[in-house]
């Protein structure tokens, strides 16, 4: 088991080490009433302009009253987290650009000697720039991922704190996801804000993982801690209901690796069954944290995948980070513990025990909810079609540093069986090695778990054949692929049966997209396109030809609910909504979703 980058890597970002377990940490929710100033000609980003520039403090009153354009005070509120496209000004819905938050914050009250404070971002979308009492702590680029700069010492004790944001949530070239994504872009403050108050030195990062060796069952953990006595330093873990206490001492980077053994039959493995979460305490003279952690191996044998030993068919679904809304303009990107329980849940009835969640880091509430409830988890970041300079170098590192915070977040949760890579890349040798080493990144952070990316249509096959060559196959362990036979093209749902599947590699597939638009209510003959009819008919097909690949090891349709793109230009069905969900974007229940219920729970392991 490997770490992420260090200490120093990380401040390399503008960001501070992230205080690991956010949930588990002492801290203060800054989400509420923030003000709230559109930037569209991004004058608060003019350095050469001082004297123009948006005050970084509550109330800058220039000389000449230069500033006279703007005020704090007479700003408009807006609620963080949310997006403001869908919770404030009408106009705002497709804005993207530049937009200014400010609120002020109390420090702390009584931190005893040498604790450490954090500003914890959950996700801001796109390009975050903060700023504490006038002065700049940095920039944050990536929308999906969360990010932290230490205030420590920075927060004036009497009085209040200025907390300026601003994000930038324009798409363009060269960004990850770039300027063409099939997803609404919400922008803004998307997910909760924190002070997170740490000891001076803490736990700042762990993983714990099972594996098997000799017969034997091994958790292997490896615990960094981070603060001037970090080197030499006693750590302990402890899972009390496994009767399991070991302590290994820090080496001179702050990390310690540690090997326990359960009892022989003591461990319950996690699995969707039996979703066991066990309490793991980690302790050093300074700190302690508690998660709750599953337990669970994940391996391919042969073109099966293999879960706890044995294999595994993935009944399963896409999502995307958008909550069901109580009317068509309801929605959004903020999402709750119940908004993300009612996705997973709605997964769970349908007879998931997979979930697919694209494309790009959901919500942590996911994962952790995911864990709970027993749902397989593919985790993506956004390396997304064409639109990505694959001979970038500023690309990839965006790239990579996305898919190690997203690793680092989400290791203990043992519902995370796949990280993936990429969706529907082109097939160049640029694209190739940008992808080989995000791969190696993601073996050498965690080789626990499997490795995917979601491939695209082989030069080599033709509408009736479909074949899997793609020389990025060879280093995945899973493969996965897109296919819309029936929607795109020329051919219908009845032509489904005579596609001929051919792979060159002999490893488990998924389809990991599949399906059709229909507008819930729209109703008519089967070959009817737009109808619920239609989409229930290629369902039918392409379950029963998925049924008769004995390859293909798990589906992942395309999609639990109708969600916002801004490429769905048909006023009369899409009207900005991308129609392929199984339910409405308001949770009603499609034709469509009764089809693929029946399949997965009348079929433990369907082929």
């Known amino acids: ?48 302009y001082p004297r123009y520039t948006i005050p970084r403090d509550e109330k800058q009153q220039p000389l000449g009253g230069l500033l006279v354009e703007y005020d704090w005070d007479s700003a408009p509120a807006i609620t963080v987290p949310g997006d403001w496209n869908t919770q404030s000004n009408p106009r705002l819905f497709w804005y993207e650009g530049l937009a200014w938050y400010r609120r002020h914050i109390a420090a702390p009250a009584q931190l005893a000697p040498g604790q450490r404070v954090f500003l914890y971002f959950e996700a801001a979308n796109y390009r975050s720039h903060i700023y504490l009492n006038g002065e700049k702590l940095g920039v944050h680029e990536g929308g999906f991922t969360p990010f932290a700069f230490e205030v420590t010492g920075r927060l004036k004790a009497i009085g209040a704190n200025s907390l300026v944001v601003g994000v930038d949530s324009k798409r363009q070239f060269g960004n990850v996801p770039g300027s063409d994504a099939d997803w609404f872009n919400y922008g803004g403050i998307t997910r909760p804000v924190w002070l997170v108050i740490t000891p001076g030195s803490f736990i700042q990062h762990y993983s714990l993982a099972l594996s098997e060796h000799a017969g034997r069952e091994i958790i292997t953990a490896t615990v960094r801690l981070d603060g001037a006595h970090s080197a030499d330093a006693a750590v302990t873990i402890r899972i009390p209901e496994l009767k399991l206490e070991t302590i290994v001492r820090t080496d001179a980077q702050g990390c310690a690796t540690f090997k326990l053994f359960p009892a022989p039959g003591a461990l319950a493995r996690w699995s969707p069954e039996s979703p066991k979460l ?36 993935l009944r399963g679904i896409s999502i995307h980070e958008e909550r069901i809304g109580i009317r068509e303009d309801d929605g959004g990107r903020k999402l709750d513990w119940n908004d993300a ?26 994962t952790r909810l995911a864990d ?14 064409e639109d990505i300079p694959y001979t970038d170098p500023h690309t990839l590192k965006l790239a990579r540093r996305m898919q190690s915070d997203n690793i680092a977040r989400d290791q203990n949760r043992a519902s995370v069986i796949i990280w993936s890579v990429a969706n529907e890349t082109p097939l160049t040798s640029a694209r190739l090695a940008f992808l080989r080493t ?21 030069p080599n096959g033709s509408d009736r054949e479909i074949v899997i060559d793609d020389p990025l196959g060879e280093h995945l362990d899973v493969l996965a692929y897109n296919t819309y036979i ?50 229930a008919w290629f369902y039918e097909q392409t379950l029963a030809g998925a049924s008769r690949t004995p390859w293909i090891k798990g589906l992942s349709p395309w999609i639990l609910k109708d969600f916002r793109s801004p490429r769905r230009f048909r006023a009369d069905y899409q009207n900005y909504w991308n129609r392929k969900g199984l339910i409405s974007e308001t949770g009603e229940r499609k034709q469509a979703w009764q089809v693929l219920h029946d399949f997965y729970t009348n079929n433990d392991n369907p082929p």
């Open 341 to 366: 329980r009612r996705l997973l849940t709605e997964a769970k009835a349908l007879g998931c025990n997979f979930v697919r969640l694209a494309h790009y880091p959901h919500s942590e509430k996911m």
């Open 438 to 458: 995000l791969i190696a990144d993601a073996r050498a952070q965690d080789p626990s778990r499997l490795i995917s990316a979601a491939l695209n249509r082989s």
């Open 278 to 313: 066990y309490a793991v305490i980690i302790a050093t003279d300074t700190d302690r944290i508690e998660d709750r952690i599953g337990f669970r191996t994940i391996a391919v044998r042969g073109d099966d995948i293999i879960l706890n030993g044995r294999s595994i068919f």
């Open 372 to 385: 709970e409830l027993g749902l397989l988890v593919w985790s993506e970041i956004p390396v997304y079609q």
């Open 486 to 535: 029936g929607w795109y093209g020329a051919l219908s749902p009845a032509d489904i049966p005579s596609v001929t599947w051919r792979t060159i590699y002999h490893k488990p597939l998924l389809l990991s997209e599949f399906g059709t638009d229909a507008k819930c209510g729209t109703r008519g003959q089967k070959e009817s396109r737009w109808t619920e009819e239609y989409q």
């Open 1 to 48: 088991m490997s770490i992420p980058p260090t200490n120093d890597e990380l401040k390399t970002h503008g960001t501070a080490p992230l205080p690991h377990n956010l949930y588990a940490r002492e801290r203060i929710d800054l989400s509420g009433s923030w003000r709230f100033l559109v930037d569209p000609v991004e004058r608060g980003l003019r350095n050469q």
